[in-house]
């Protein structure tokens, strides 16, 4: 039986990765240093393992 349901909530994503980015660059003086895993654009994987993912949320 297929779901319909969502597996992943972009807009959380965006608020979750966004908060914890501030958080660090206070943490460090302004000074932020990113690290990225995986693809940084067009991540179809994701999408299509994660229902509900944009490819391009990153």
């Known amino acids: 039986m ?3 349901k ?14 914890a980015i501030i958080d660090r660059v206070k943490k460090f003086g302004n ?3 990113l690290e990225f895993g995986g693809k940084l654009c067009f991540d179809y994987h994701a999408a299509r393992v994660l229902p509900g993912y944009d490819p391009n949320v990153k």
């Open 2 to 4: 297929a779901s319909n």
């Open 6 to 19: 969502i597996g992943f909530d972009n807009d959380k994503y965006l608020r979750e990765q966004t908060a």
């Open 31 to 33: 000074k932020l240093y």
